[in-house]
């Protein structure tokens, strides 16, 4: 089985090289997408052994995991790609967790859940709050009852990552995957994962009122285009 | 009476100006008529300002100019609208861009094992 992992870096020189090195020792590649960092991040990243692919503008997360799908699918032939953080919050141990069900047959997509037996530690409480609430409007817009929508940790089957096509650039992204497993019909399943969240993670990821932002650009992908 | 010369004076700019343009054969005489049309309705709306309260009576509405504003409000959120969507269009056009680049120009470290020869 080959299992490539996918890492959007945006400026996390002080921490993707260690990132990366723990994803690689649970895959047989890491694919990076520089997503225009002000800083070292993907020189690091590629000393750390990463496959590096640079974004010239900066287009998003949910845009740098599409390149770097999109180069995984075309030239490195997986059998499963893994979503994975370039800020040091998720364990690569966990990788071998959420591939067993794709591998096993029983499921095309594995979500990651912080809300699953393993604790997420440190997590602020408003986050938990607007979690929370993310829960009831996933439920609400896309039909998935899912304990953490929004958790960036995935694993898909080759066949779910070409039948997953981000298009929302930005935030959204997460949200957007649980819409398209409906409606490509796909079996998922969800892992717990823990996600450690330290003072440098907090102050460098994006405030928690980025859910408005979310919310915000789920309704014009389903009301405008 | 100082609105109504200056609509009056600005409609006949148009016209004149649309004039120019389709003898230069920039414009075609379809949309010369379309223009040509429109401005004249808004020349006859100035001097006769209640020539519109008949058009707003027929379909509902108290007075002309109110009717007009309605329209004018409907036709700016129809426009939002599109520039709206063309700009995303444009976005997601810029993303592919962006990503088609980043793929052409991969930079892999030395020692990996899967690089190379696997392109389909």
Same mark, same amino acid.
């Given at each position: 089985m080959r299992i490539v992992a996918v890492i959007p870096a945006y400026n996390e020189e002080t921490r993707i090289g260690a990132a990366v090195r723990d994803a690689l020792a649970y895959t047989q590649a890491v694919v990076v997408v520089d997503d225009r960092s002000r800083d070292r991040s993907g020189q690091i990243a590629k000393e750390a052994g990463a496959i590096v692919l640079t974004h010239h503008l900066n287009r998003g997360q949910g845009a740098a995991l599409q390149t770097a799908t999109d180069y995984a699918l075309r030239?490195?032939?997986? $059998?499963i790609i893994v979503h994975f953080d370039a800020d040091g919050q998720m364990q690569g141990s966990d990788i071998e967790g959420l591939v067993t069900p794709i591998m096993r047959g029983e499921a095309d997509i594995v979500l990651g859940s912080r809300f699953l037996g393993k604790q997420a530690e440190n997590m602020p409480r408003f986050r938990r709050l607007v979690l929370r609430a993310s829960v009831v409007f996933t439920l609400a817009l896309s039909g998935l009852r899912i304990s953490?929508?929004?958790?960036?940790f995935r694993a898909l089957s080759r066949e779910a990552a070409r039948d997953i096509r981000i298009?929302? $650039?930005?935030?959204a992204h997460a949200s957007e995957i649980l819409d398209l497993i409906i409606v490509a019909s796909l079996r998922f399943r969800e892992h717990p994962v823990t996600i450690r969240y330290t003072a440098e993670t907090l102050e460098k990821s994006p405030s928690t009122w980025r859910a408005f932002g979310i919310v915000k650009d789920l309704l014009k992908k389903k009301f405008v285009r | 009476m100082v609105f109504q010369i200056a609509l009056i004076a600005f409609a006949v700019f148009a016209i004149v100006k649309t004039r120019k343009q389709y003898q230069a054969r920039k414009v075609s005489k379809y949309w010369f008529i379309v223009f040509a049309v429109f401005w004249t309705l808004v020349a006859i709306a100035a001097i006769t300002?209640? =020539? =519109?309260d008949i058009v707003a009576s027929y379909v509902g509405v108290g007075r002309g100019a109110d009717l007009l504003v309605y329209i004018g409000v409907v036709v700016l959120f129809y426009v939002v609208h599109r520039l709206l969507l063309k700009q995303q269009q444009l976005s997601d056009e810029i993303t592919e861009l962006v990503r088609q680049a980043a793929i052409e120009r991969v930079s892999t470290p030395s020692n990996s094992p899967l690089t190379g020869g696997e392109a389909k």
């Open positions: 030239y490195l032939n997986p $059998d953490d929508p929004h958790n960036g298009t929302l $650039d930005r935030m | 300002p209640q =020539t =519109t």
